[in-house]
């Protein structure tokens, strides 16, 4: 059995489907505005949405949190590694972005950061068992 492929046909395709999916991602966007009211920053990429990560600053049309990169970054991951590691999400100007913001919030980010690490290690609380 022998299949044919056009590899143009596929490429073709595969932009199509990106096409589509910005434009579904930006309808997305347009609907979470009206649903959940969002509380712009003096970054062009950042905002807070209220129930979205506790209300802290994340990346407009993401989901991807201000701590999230920061802590990326710490970790040793250059700019262009974290958009790399959210591939089709992230942006090399969202990161610089979020990473400027970062440095302007640096206390409250950074004790945001703690304040999970702490909780992580506590684990969950302990319940009763009936």
Do not use: C
């Not at 969002?38 to 049309?61: D, E, F, N």
């Not at 990326?72 to 610089?96: C, K, M, N």
């Not at 400027?100 to 690490?117: G, L, M």
């Amino acid at each position: 059995m022998t299949i044919e492929l056009d590899v143009q046909k596929i490429y073709s395709e595969l932009n199509q489907v990106r096409r589509e999916l910005g434009s579904l991602r930006s309808s997305v966007d347009q609907l979470g505005q009206v649903i959940r009211p969002q509380t712009a920053t003096a970054h062009a990429h950042i905002i807070r949405i209220p129930g979205v990560h506790g209300g802290r600053p994340v990346v407009r049309g993401t989901g991807v949190s201000v701590q999230t990169i920061a802590e990326q970054s710490q970790l040793g991951r250059s700019p262009q590694q974290i958009v790399e590691d959210f591939e089709d999400v992230l942006t090399l100007a969202q990161v610089y972005d979020a990473l400027s913001y970062y440095y302007e919030h640096q206390v409250e980010i950074d004790r945001s950061i703690v304040q999970n690490r702490e909780a992580l290690w506590q684990g969950p609380p302990l319940t009763a068992s009936l």
